[in-house]
């Protein structure tokens, strides 16, 4: 199966200095309209606010940079460890479904002994009372039932356990699409994995996520709209918490990473402000002209 990457690359990364609120003014307004660009250059000094040199104990923090990984699983694991939507694994449904019934049917083969054996004894004068009474059941040498009973414990727990753990994995989500496309991307964007490594993604039916979301909705959708038309380095500001921000430094993610670390309701108030500025913003610009 062919994916079409998304380009995972470099670019400077930070926003506590005055000279990447510059980088920012300059080099994503200049795709903009000419009254974008104003707008532009008056939001993004506004977010990006320099910061302290001197932070305190508290504000100190350390987290493990995609950036700073090398190559292959060590990225990779760092890529998806930094957001929950990336969180996606194989189940091993068939593989699981293979052990639940070699078990079941070890389990049943065993239950069909002791149902034999009891019947046997139940017919033997010698040892119908066998059925009656444990202890003395117990005391025969060897005691045929007590070590089926025994053994079929053992693989009764063996299979409760699989039975157990396999509901919980089939209780969890599958991925969307987006999300799943997303780590395909960045699996295939490292060129550094080898085929079979590689081919987990692909397995379409056989993946769960700790992420229930499901495809984007609208709220996202809109602020998708001004993502794409307005840069990366405000949006990113407005929908990615700091500490995410810090991990994600200096790599350039799919659309999906920047604007999916928050919930919804958090990209919608962050959207809404910011289409509020923006109105505002068209609405003097308006009055200007007529004048």
Same mark, same amino acid.
């Given at each position: 199966?062919? /994916? ?49 040199? $001197? ?32 969180? *996606? ?69 063996? /299979? ?8 919980? *994995? /089939? ?15 960045? *699996? ?12 987990? *993604? ?81 609405? $003097? ?7």
């Amino acid at each position: 199966m062919t /994916y079409t990457p998304q380009d995972l690359d470099l670019e400077s990364g930070g926003c506590s200095t005055d000279h990447s609120v510059k980088t920012a003014t300059t080099s994503e307004a200049r795709h903009l309209p000419a009254p974008l660009q104003q707008l532009w250059s008056r939001l993004v000094p506004l977010f990006m606010r320099k910061e302290s040199h $001197q932070k305190r104990p508290g504000e100190i923090f350390k987290v493990r940079k995609i950036k700073d990984e090398p190559h292959g699983w060590p990225k990779l694991s760092a890529v998806i460890d930094s957001d929950t939507n990336f969180m *996606i694994y194989r189940r091993f449904g068939w593989t699981r479904t293979r052990l639940l019934t070699y078990h079941q049917d070890v389990v049943r083969e065993m239950e069909d002994m002791l149902g034999k054996l009891d019947r046997n004894d139940f017919a033997d004068e010698r040892y119908n009372g066998a059925i009656c009474w444990r202890a003395g059941d117990d005391a025969r040498d060897p005691s045929p039932r007590k070590a089926l009973l025994e053994n079929l414990t053992k693989h009764l727990q063996i /299979y409760d356990d699989l039975l157990l753990r396999s509901h919980k *994995i /089939y209780l969890l989500d599958s991925p969307s699409a987006h999300n799943r496309e997303s780590v395909a991307n960045a *699996i295939f964007n490292d060129a550094q994995f080898a085929e079979e490594d590689a081919s987990y *993604i692909e397995q379409v039916d056989d993946l769960v996520t700790f992420c229930a979301e499901k495809e984007a909705t609208w709220v996202h959708r809109i602020a998708q709209f001004f993502f794409k038309e307005t840069g990366r380095r405000l949006p990113r500001y407005l929908f990615r918490s700091k500490i995410h921000t810090m991990k994600t430094e200096g790599v350039l993610e799919t659309d999906l990473i920047d604007l999916f670390s928050k919930t919804a309701h958090e990209v919608f108030a962050a959207t809404a402000g910011y289409c509020a500025v923006l109105v505002v913003f068209t609405a $003097q610009n308006t009055a200007e002209n007529n004048h």
